[in-house]
Structure formats: structure tokens, C-alpha cells
């Protein structure tokens, strides 16, 4: 088990740092020198409840000094063979012979039962972190989602009441895209997660309360990642 760092996922083909979506990172040279010539996959970080801060530095266009706060942060080498231990030990080693300053390998703890879990992610929320990523150690390297790489967090919930909707966009055209949703301090947020096609196609009136998780909140007291849970119960019964 490892900490889930809340930073912007990044991965490197051996030349340049790509974003989740295709898109090129304009990170300096002086950022990626030392970087192996084999595929990484990790996160561009700072420290904790800094995912603002490290949007505004990766998304400019140009290379520039804010690099200098960032390190990437790995948990994965796409491709190579064996188990999670064996994958990272070949950058390990690599790191060993080479420098690359802002190159890091995320701590892997070996996990003993469900109750140490529980005592780590504690420990780790309790300092600001997002969460816990458990991994099975001896499956081998699987492209995309897999049951073998589980997220584990700590989430809270709300309620808050709808006053529009978010068109949807791509395969999402025609459909509602998110709710827009007014929280107890008049707050407005967007949900877009958690609507299955149904709610989707028919989604709560307008004036309707729900009830969403969140994990946290960002700088500006908003929740964080919200996902629609359910209409309040209230309202249910």
C-alpha cells in the first residue's frame, strides 16, 4: 500500500512527460534530465492539499521556473515484467548509476491485514492525505483500470439542491453532463460523477436536494471530487 497523492497523473515514454489526456506537459529540460529511456507512470506533485497549485504550474504552455516545486512521483513502469516490487526496482537501480533530481519512487508498504490498512490510512488522513492505493504486489503490469490497484479514502457527505444543468459533451451530447448544485453556504458546484445513464437522461427537478460525497475541501471551501450519491433521503421517503 502506498499514499494516493493528489497531484496531476503524468507518464513518460522515455522523451517527454504526457498527460492523462495526450497532451504534451511543457516541463523545462532541467526538470526531466536524468530521466530513464524506458516508460514510467506516476504524479506530478508538491505536498499535500497543493492540487491547485500544481494544475496552475502544468498547465502553461511554456516551460517555467515553478517546475522547481514539483517532483514526479512513481508507482508504475508500463511494460516491464514481474511483480509491483520487481518493476520498481528496475528504476531503483536505474536511479542508483544516474541522477535525476526530481525523480522519486512512492513508498510502498507492505500491507498485513485490513486492520493495518485501516491504522495507515488514519495516520496518513490525519496529515493531509487523500487516501491509500493497495495493490496486489504479484500481479503483472496491467494497462488501464484493474481489480489488482484498489483506492481506499476517507469521504464525507453533504447535501446540497439542484438550480441547473451542465449540458454533456462528446458521448455525453444530449445528455445532462453534470448537476449545478447550490450548498448550504450558497456556494454553487458542478456533480458530474456518479449519474448513471437513467439520471442522465431524466435527472432530478430542479429544487430537488441530493446527497453527494466529497473527499476534503480545496483552498476555496468547495468539496472536493463530489459524487452524486442519491436524492435525500427525505425526499425518498
Given at each position: 500500500?502506498?499514499?494516493?497523492?493528489?497531484?496531476?497523473r503524468a507518464?513518460?515514454?522515455?522523451?517527454?512527460?504526457?498527460?492523462?489526456?495526450?497532451h504534451l506537459?511543457?516541463?523545462?529540460?532541467w526538470?526531466?534530465?536524468?530521466?530513464?529511456?524506458?516508460?514510467l507512470?506516476?504524479?506530478l506533485w508538491?505536498?499535500?492539499?497543493d492540487?491547485e497549485?500544481?494544475?496552475?504550474?502544468v498547465?502553461?504552455?511554456?516551460?517555467h521556473?515553478?517546475?522547481?516545486?514539483?517532483t514526479?512521483?512513481?508507482?508504475?513502469?508500463?511494460?516491464q515484467?514481474?511483480?509491483?516490487a520487481?518493476?520498481?526496482?528496475?528504476l531503483?537501480?536505474?536511479?542508483?548509476?544516474?541522477?535525476?533530481?526530481?525523480?522519486?519512487?512512492?513508498?510502498?508498504?507492505?500491507?498485513k491485514d485490513?486492520?493495518h490498512?485501516?491504522?495507515?490510512?488514519?495516520?496518513l488522513?490525519?496529515l493531509?492525505?487523500e487516501g491509500l492505493?493497495v495493490?496486489?504486489?504479484?500481479s503483472?503490469?496491467?494497462?488501464?483500470?484493474?481489480?489488482n490497484?484498489?483506492?481506499?479514502?476517507?469521504?464525507?457527505?453533504?447535501?446540497?439542491?439542484?438550480?441547473?444543468?451542465?449540458a454533456?459533451?462528446?458521448?455525453?451530447?444530449?445528455?445532462?453532463g453534470?448537476?449545478?448544485?447550490?450548498?448550504?453556504?450558497?456556494?454553487?458546484?458542478?456533480?458530474g460523477?456518479?449519474?448513471?445513464?437513467?439520471l442522465?437522461?431524466?435527472?432530478?427537478?430542479?429544487?430537488?436536494?441530493?446527497?453527494?460525497?466529497y473527499?476534503?475541501?480545496?483552498k476555496?471551501?468547495?468539496?472536493?471530487?463530489?459524487?452524486y450519491?442519491?436524492?435525500?433521503?427525505?425526499?425518498?421517503?
Amino acid at each position: 500500500m502506498s499514499e494516493k497523492l493528489d497531484g496531476v497523473r503524468a507518464r513518460w515514454d522515455g522523451q517527454q512527460l504526457i498527460s492523462r489526456g495526450g497532451h504534451l506537459f511543457a516541463a523545462p529540460k532541467w526538470f526531466t534530465n536524468g530521466f530513464p529511456p524506458f516508460a514510467l507512470d506516476g504524479e506530478l506533485w508538491s505536498k499535500r492539499g497543493d492540487f491547485e497549485r500544481i494544475v496552475s504550474i502544468v498547465r502553461r504552455k511554456r516551460p517555467h521556473h515553478g517546475w522547481n516545486e514539483l517532483t514526479y512521483q512513481i508507482f508504475e513502469l508500463p511494460g516491464q515484467h514481474g511483480g509491483l516490487a520487481q518493476r520498481l526496482t528496475i528504476l531503483s537501480r536505474y536511479l542508483s548509476t544516474h541522477s535525476a533530481p526530481y525523480l522519486h519512487i512512492i513508498k510502498q508498504l507492505p500491507c498485513k491485514d485490513k486492520h493495518h490498512m485501516q491504522q495507515y490510512l488514519h495516520a496518513l488522513t490525519r496529515l493531509g492525505a487523500e487516501g491509500l492505493v493497495v495493490r496486489n504486489p504479484t500481479s503483472p503490469y496491467q494497462n488501464g483500470r484493474s481489480s489488482n490497484a484498489l483506492k481506499v479514502k476517507k469521504s464525507e457527505d453533504a447535501e446540497c439542491s439542484i438550480v441547473a444543468y451542465k449540458a454533456g459533451k462528446g458521448k455525453l451530447t444530449d445528455l445532462t453532463g453534470a448537476l449545478m448544485c447550490r450548498l448550504h453556504n450558497g456556494q454553487i458546484i458542478s456533480i458530474g460523477s456518479g449519474l448513471n445513464h437513467q439520471l442522465r437522461t431524466t435527472p432530478p427537478p430542479i429544487g430537488k436536494i441530493i446527497t453527494f460525497k466529497y473527499y476534503g475541501l480545496t483552498k476555496r471551501g468547495k468539496p472536493r471530487h463530489p459524487v452524486y450519491l442519491r436524492l435525500w433521503r427525505k425526499d425518498i421517503m
